[in-house]
């Protein structure tokens, strides 16, 4: 069974950090790249950062650079969302999702994890 899951969001301090996990199972996980999105209520979806599985190349929108990071850990079957500088307008709920590299959209996502930052 196929799955991913999605764990280390909380509650944090504008300005705080966390760090976000995201563990495949079931698949392939060292050939898939993997992808950070979150949606806040009422807004759409959004991307958020991503990680290719065989450059470990990384992609950010630009509302996040310079203030999150992406890695992975192919061993480990997880992929890494470190948050620092968080600001009130990331609160969210955050999922992670895998992907093929040769596809265009996302095969498998997460449950998504819950981050809430105060002002």
Avoid: H
Avoid at 79 to 105: F, H, I, W
């Amino acid at each position: 069974e196929v799955q991913l899951q999605a764990s280390g969001g909380g509650l944090v301090q504008a300005g705080g950090s966390l760090r976000l996990s995201c563990a495949g199972s079931g698949f392939s996980f060292a050939d898939y790249a993997i992808g950070w999105f979150r949606q806040a209520p009422g807004k759409e979806r959004e991307g958020v950062a991503s990680i290719n599985p065989s450059d470990g190349r990384t992609y950010y929108a630009d509302s996040v650079k310079g203030r999150f990071t992406i890695s992975r850990d192919n061993a480990k079957n997880t992929v890494y969302l470190q948050m620092n500088s968080l600001k009130p307008e990331d609160t969210a709920v955050y999922y992670c999702a895998a992907r093929l590299s040769s596809q265009a959209g996302y095969n498998y996502w997460g449950q998504g994890t819950q981050v809430t930052v105060s002002s």
